[in-house]
Nanobody, 123 residues
């Protein structure tokens, strides 16, 4: 089970840190992916962290601004989002899969999803 939290309203240029609390599986053995879906758009992969906690794939649109990480001891993954832009407005989801993993240049569509958390970037 996954539960994302930490969304909210933030001004352009601001920061948010999303959290993804996990339970029911061995957290240190699975990648955690972050995805987002903006109004009227398809869901897209944003960033991913490896099973052991190394940041892996980050979409070009967020490179240098977002960082995915995880604390295995806390069964929690994070998405640190800095320099937020209005185009980052979306519902953000965390997801995982026992048989799929992300790499440095790719991020599959994982099969197990949590509820999303809404991020709005607006002045």
């Amino acid at each position: 089970q996954l539960q994302a939290s930490g969304g909210g309203l933030v001004q352009p240029g601001g920061s948010l840190r999303l959290s993804c609390a996990a339970s029911g599986f061995t957290f240190g053995s699975q990648s955690i992916g972050w995805y987002r879906q903006a109004p009227g758009k398809e869901r897209e992969g944003v960033a991913c962290v490896s099973a052991t906690g190394s940041p892996m794939y980050h979409a070009e649109a967020v490179k240098g601004r977002f960082t995915a990480s995880k604390e295995i001891a806390k069964n929690t993954a994070y998405l640190q989002m800095d320099s937020l832009r209005p185009e980052d407005t979306a519902v953000y989801y965390c997801a995982t899969d026992p048989v799929l993993w992300c790499g440095n240049t790719y991020m599959p569509k994982f099969g197990y999803w949590g509820q999303g958390t809404e991020v709005t970037v607006s002045s």
